[in-house]
């Protein structure tokens, strides 16, 4: 049976009264939470009816005795259209969501997966040396493990941030009052998107962070599992990053949602093992991210490998001299990954996650590299010439 609103909730702290409720009855479910502050309401409901409000699962929270603090009630919450329904401009909208956000998600991951995996199974225009079987082991793996810290942790996901951004009206696009939906939508995707173009950028600059992103790296092949192939740590730290973009731009939880779907999408059309015909890849890399020219960011060489660093539009590589057309060797004959590892110890998810801490081995190069550094400073250098 649900609790009738008390009187006055909707107005005032009406989520502090509704607390009050709950802790006289600590085994209490809560259905629904909306809002914070003003327009918070706690729904409770006692044992576990079938049907709570329109379209919604139930959640049940166990509150311990001495209460809860609501910003933690909230962030216990795991049912994602909840978290949408938070934010008081959504609330709407979310009510007509046919299903959560973490049901569209997951449909937006895969379906293009299995559709570019039929493709690269069809015609892959690289040939394969490695099975798929055992590079997908650990791809996978990493991503599913990273999905269930991101998850496990109240916030770090930048859609919850968004919600937060607009209950508090933090960031600029409510500073500058209110903007049309599109408009929200299309500013988080392009500001989201370069952001993650300089977030790209500081993993490979920053020798810490290169150690994590070279997880992504050491992938010997590519297809669209190198897509997810990325360190839950690096997954972490991104999505701390992204909130923060988020919470600074005051991004709308609709164009947040459309942003993720659009950069998982992306991240698994532009490492597909995939070749367009000339012209429609030169067409398409006007505005987006290729396959073939992401291929060049994953060369064996680091020239190539500090090239093409953007995810979804292509613009921030053209406009920051970071584009690359093609690699130099062409696309066959490329080699991809990360020069001085054995391909034993870039597959599995084990070695995978353990890998931030081994140290890159060296190559012939740096080997040449250091024996020219010891010559010069024992003298030895310049007496040939
Ligand atoms: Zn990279």
């Known amino acids: 049976m649900v609790f009738q609103d008390p009187p006055g909730l909707g107005q005032g702290d009406g989520a502090a009264a509704a607390l009050e409720e709950a802790r006289a009855e600590p085994a209490l479910e809560l259905a629904h939470v909306l809002g914070e502050r003003r327009l918070a309401q706690v729904h409770a409901l006692r044992g576990a009816p079938k049907a709570s409000g329109p379209r919604h699962r139930q959640e049940r929270l166990q509150l311990p005795h001495r209460g809860l603090h609501k910003l ?6 795991r049912t ?3 978290r949408l329904c938070k934010a008081r401009r959504y609330r709407h909208e979310c009510m007509e969501m046919p299903g959560s956000e973490a049901i569209l998600r997951l449909a937006a991951f895969a379906i293009p997966f299995a559709l570019l995996a039929a493709v690269e199974a069809m015609t892959p225009p690289r040939r394969r040396i490695i099975g798929r079987r055992r590079r997908w082991v650990g791809n996978l793996g990493l991503i599913i493990v990273g999905t269930i810290i991101v998850r496990a942790i ?23 009052g209110p903007v049309p939906v599109w408009m929200g939508i299309a500013a988080s995707i392009v500001v989201l998107d370069l952001a993650m173009y300089v ?3 500081l993993f490979h600059a920053l020798p810490a962070l290169w150690r994590l992103h070279r997880v992504h790296h050491t992938d010997p092949e590519l297809d669209v599992t190198t897509g997810v192939r990325f360190h839950p740590i690096e997954i972490l730290l991104s999505a701390g990053f992204k909130g923060a973009v988020v919470g600074l731009l005051g991004a709308p939880v609709l164009g947040v949602i459309v942003f993720e779907i659009v950069l998982n999408a992306g991240s ?22 290729t ?4 291929r060049v960011h994953h060369s064996i060489d680091r020239v190539e490998t500090d090239s093409n660093f953007g995810f979804t539009l292509s613009w921030w590589d ?11 060797m062409g696309h066959e004959a490329m080699v991809v990954g990360v020069a001085g590892f054995a391909v034993r110890d870039v597959l599995g998810l084990g070695r995978l996650l353990v890998q931030p801490m081994v140290r890159q081995p060296d190559t ?17 250098t310049g007496r040939k010439s």
Do not use: C, K
């Open 199 to 201: 977030q790209h950028v």
């Open 80 to 82: 994602s259209d909840w």
């Open 318 to 328: 053209r406009l920051l001299g970071t584009y690359r057309a093609q690699p130099t």
């Open 268 to 289: 698994l059309w532009s490492h597909a093992n995939l070749r367009l015909p000339g012209m429609a890849d030169r067409l398409l890399r006007m505005v987006v991210v």
């Open 364 to 380: 012939l190069s740096d080997l040449g590299a250091r024996h020219r550094s010891e010559e010069r400073s024992l003298g030895l």
């Open 291 to 294: 396959p073939d020219m992401h």
């Open 154 to 176: 109240p916030f770090a996901s930048a859609v919850a941030m968004a919600g937060l951004a607009d209950n508090r009206g933090w960031g600029l696009l409510h500073a500058i």
């Open 72 to 77: 933690q009630l909230i962030g216990r919450i």
